[in-house]
């Protein structure tokens, strides 16, 4: 079809009457009010989340009491959580001092337990290996027992050669020690492998209940925490019941009117998880002192160490974590209630 002949294209007459340049605004207005969106979202956040902690600072009396049972309730768990993270990193002191000692049979002689003792001290698991001969265990004997008289009488040496193991560190826990003295039992020439270790592994076995008590409190205390914050905002809600009608009443959704109240429970959980964090800090500064003065009595390098950042933010995030909770179920129940007649 030649160019003279060509039908001209049909048009509507509204976009025949709109201009280009008018097409391409509007386009262009609802492309930026696509864009204005996330914007605006998140002025309403902001709004929100300032607009609630400032009626929290408008009743400080009544909301720092709040936060400071908050505060006390979540310092607990997170004391004793100090408390056996210590008592781990003593523990670990404990097992390092470990020794294994090997009674040798009284037939063996010393050539062939000082072969021995090489032997045993090249394997990987062992740092070194102490031996203690017969003689020289006699005389420590009779040091520390002071029955000179009586060891005298005996006529003879009673004592066997001993070999002392000291275990490296990464066998320092109380199964890999346990396994380590039945090896050395089984070496030929060794009559009885002694480690004195049960009380260790009585120490761990009271640590592991503690942790589990330390948890149910925890659990118990979390729920605590959700409850009195939940309870706080629903006496919130009532005290702004008219305000929310009317808000209704003009449209407003029920996100919208939600969204104070979550908000004032994250600012109640993030603020008693710094009391906790702050009273657990000075709990700590006051101990200092006394501990360093014992741990230096026992010759001891031990030194307690507080929350790192890590479980810090940790204690912060479940606080927070908790206001969210107690606010979202006291909002979503009583927040239906409230509409307008």
Same mark, same amino acid.
């Given at each position: 079809?030649?160019?003279?002949?060509?039908?001209?294209? =049909?048009?509507?007459?509204?976009?025949?009457? /709109?201009?280009?340049?008018?097409?391409?605004?509007?386009?262009?207005?609802? #492309?930026?009010?696509?864009?204005?969106?996330?914007?605006?979202?998140?002025?309403?956040?902001?709004?929100?989340?300032?607009?609630?902690?400032?009626?929290?600072? =408008?009743?400080?009396?009544?909301?720092?009491?709040?936060? !400071?049972?908050?505060?006390?309730?979540?310092?607990?768990?997170?004391?004793?959580?100090?408390?056996?993270?210590? @008592?781990?990193?003593?523990?670990?002191?404990?097992?390092?001092?470990?020794?294994?000692?090997?009674?040798?049979?009284?037939?063996?002689? *010393?050539? &062939? #337990? +000082?072969?021995?003792?090489? +032997?045993?001290?090249?394997?990987?698991?062992?740092?070194?290996?102490?031996?203690?001969?017969?003689?020289?265990?006699?005389?420590?004997?009779?040091?520390?027992?002071?029955?000179?008289?009586?060891?005298?009488?005996?006529?003879?040496?009673?004592?066997?050669?001993? $070999?002392?193991?000291?275990?490296?560190? &990464?066998?320092? /826990?109380?199964?890999?020690?346990?396994? $380590? +003295?039945? &090896? $050395?039992?089984?070496?030929?020439?060794?009559?009885?492998?002694?480690? *004195?270790?049960?009380?260790?592994? +009585?120490?761990? #076995?009271?640590?592991?209940?503690?942790?589990? %008590?330390?948890?149910?409190?925890? %659990?118990?205390?979390? !729920? %605590?925490?959700?409850?009195?914050?939940?309870?706080?905002?629903?006496?919130?809600?009532?005290?702004?019941?008219?305000?929310?009608?009317?808000? /209704?009443?003009?449209? @407003?959704? *029920?996100?919208?009117?939600?969204?104070?109240? !979550?908000?004032?429970?994250?600012?109640?959980?993030?603020?008693?998880?710094?009391?906790?964090?702050?009273?657990?800090?000075?709990?700590?500064?006051? !101990?200092?002192?006394?501990?360093?003065?014992?741990?230096?009595?026992?010759?001891?390098?031990?030194?307690?160490?507080?929350?790192? #950042?890590?479980?810090? $933010?940790?204690?912060?995030?479940? @606080?927070?974590?908790?206001?969210?909770?107690? %606010?979202?179920?006291?909002?979503?129940?009583?927040?239906?209630?409230? &509409?307008?007649?």
């Amino acid at each position: 079809m030649s160019m003279a002949t060509r039908k001209p294209e =049909r048009r509507s007459p509204e976009r025949a009457r /709109k201009p280009p340049r008018e097409r391409r605004q509007r386009r262009g207005g609802e #492309a930026s009010s696509w864009r204005r969106l996330p914007r605006t979202w998140l002025t309403h956040h902001l709004q929100a989340l300032v607009g609630s902690l400032g009626r929290l600072v =408008r009743a400080p009396l009544g909301n720092l009491m709040t936060v !400071l049972v908050l505060g006390i309730a979540l310092a607990l768990p997170a004391a004793l959580h100090l408390v056996l993270a210590n @008592a781990r990193q003593l523990s670990d002191t404990w097992e390092g001092a470990a020794r294994i000692s090997l009674y040798l049979r009284l037939s063996v002689p *010393d050539s &062939e #337990a +000082r072969g021995l003792a090489r +032997r045993i001290e090249g394997r990987p698991e062992v740092a070194s290996v102490r031996y203690i001969t017969r003689d020289e265990a006699l005389a420590e004997f009779r040091q520390a027992s002071g029955l000179d008289i009586a060891i005298d009488s005996l006529g003879e040496n009673p004592l066997p050669a001993t $070999l002392v193991v000291s275990p490296a560190d &990464e066998v320092a /826990k109380p199964k890999a020690l346990e396994r $380590l +003295r039945e &090896e $050395l039992q089984a070496l030929p020439g060794v009559e009885l492998a002694r480690l *004195d270790l049960e009380w260790i592994q +009585r120490l761990y #076995a009271l640590m592991e209940l503690v942790w589990r %008590a330390v948890m149910v409190i925890g %659990a118990l205390l979390g !729920l %605590a925490v959700i409850l009195v914050i939940g309870n706080t905002i629903r006496l919130a809600i009532e005290n702004r019941r008219e305000e929310i009608v009317v808000m /209704k009443l003009v449209g @407003a959704t *029920d996100g919208f009117v939600r969204r104070p109240f !979550l908000y004032t429970g994250l600012w109640y959980g993030l603020a008693g998880g710094s009391v906790a964090w702050l009273l657990v800090a000075l709990s700590l500064g006051w !101990l200092h002192a006394p501990v360093q003065r014992l741990a230096l009595l026992y010759q001891s390098g031990f030194t307690l160490r507080g929350l790192a #950042a890590t479980e810090v $933010l940790a204690l912060l995030a479940f @606080a927070v974590v908790l206001g969210l909770a107690g %606010a979202w179920l006291a909002v979503g129940r009583h927040l239906k209630s409230i &509409e307008p007649t």
